[in-house]
């Protein structure tokens, strides 16, 4: 018996791959749909197509209990009404289906002056950014009031986790690792929230396996990981097993190159996240998830670079 049937939109991108192997192996039966399978899960269904399709989305959860939506448009793509289209699309596709979708949330929605950030915080994003993202979430409750679904959002810090690329470990602590240097994001002793991403999709899966519970409409904040930049220094050196140059991020060379490269302009906006703490909170959420249900950090940490070092660097051998 299995506990039902899921559909991951966005099978390929960072919380879409997690979450196709956490479903997996949460024993439900998992569908994905991409573009292409560039990403295989064993064990689980891929559906070729294109998630812009109204008709391609509805047919790809037709038998699903509950999807996933993890769709996600390049950091350059989210503005001109792109970003709230693509989720239309989903919304259109699950209306009046009573099927449950689960939405990955992001810690935009919030100042940076929001220190503690609790599921009932008013919302009140950076532009724009921010703006899109409370938008979407907007159209996420309306939905669940209206269209006959239910909404669950699991909002989290920035990812991180093996098998991922150009993320904030590959393309800003380790993008001057082959000269034996890595960045900290912010100031060593300042504190930031981290999803590890196989933690962050078995939490979807707790979650969808507890959907009867809630609402029609649920919004949950995961904690993860709140550690110094200085403690991720520390752990990814004790990871590799040796002393590496610690220096800053060069922000101000990602935002030179922003002057020419949209997708280096976004990232740079974005820098208030790494120069501010803002501790993502919600007392129910881990009393659902239970006591020790995130990974150790230091593994967390040691799995994740480990793999990419391996991959990106294989003159850099790990001790």
Not at 22 to 36: E, P
Not at 135 to 141: D, I, K, N, S, Y
Not at 259 to 284: A, F, G, K, Q, S
């Amino acid at each position: 018996m299995t506990k039902g049937n899921v559909t991951v939109l966005g099978s390929n991108g960072h919380i879409g791959n997690a979450a196709m192997i956490a479903f997996r192996d949460a024993d439900w039966d998992v569908a994905g749909l991409g573009r292409s399978n560039r990403r295989p899960v064993s064990k689980t269904q891929f559906i070729q197509g294109n998630a812009n399709d109204l008709g391609v989305v509805k047919a790809a959860i037709a038998e699903a209990d509950v999807v996933v939506h993890a769709l996600h448009l390049p950091y350059d793509k989210w503005g001109n009404g792109a970003a709230e289209a693509q989720l239309q699309v989903v919304i259109d596709a699950m209306t009046g289906s009573g099927k449950t979708l689960l939405f990955p949330g992001t810690i935009y929605n919030y100042r940076a002056s929001d220190r503690t950030i609790a599921p009932g915080l008013r919302q009140s994003g950076e532009k724009p950014r921010g703006e899109i993202r409370i938008r979407l979430e907007e159209m996420l409750r309306d939905a669940a009031e209206t269209r006959g679904f239910q909404v669950i959002i699991l909002r989290a810090g920035d990812f991180f986790g093996p098998g991922n690329r150009d993320d904030w470990y590959d393309a800003g602590m380790f993008m001057s690792f082959a000269g034996g240097t890595v960045h900290h994001m912010g100031d060593l002793d300042m504190r930031h929230s981290w999803a590890y991403l196989p933690d962050l999709a078995h939490a979807f899966a707790v979650l969808a396996e507890k959907r009867d519970q809630f609402a029609r409409f649920e919004n949950f904040h995961f904690a993860g990981h709140w550690v110094s930049h200085g403690q991720i220094m520390a752990a990814v050196q004790s990871a590799l097993g040796r002393k590496l140059k610690v220096t800053p991020l060069p922000w101000w060379l990602l935002g030179a190159m922003g002057l020419v490269n949209p997708v280096m302009r976004d990232i740079h906006r974005m820098r208030y996240i790494w120069t501010n703490e803002m501790e993502l909170v919600d007392p129910r959420l881990d009393a659902l998830l239970g006591p020790g249900f995130a990974t150790p950090f230091e593994t967390a940490v040691a799995a994740t670079v480990t793999e990419l070092v391996e991959a990106k660097y294989p003159m850099k051998k790990v001790a």
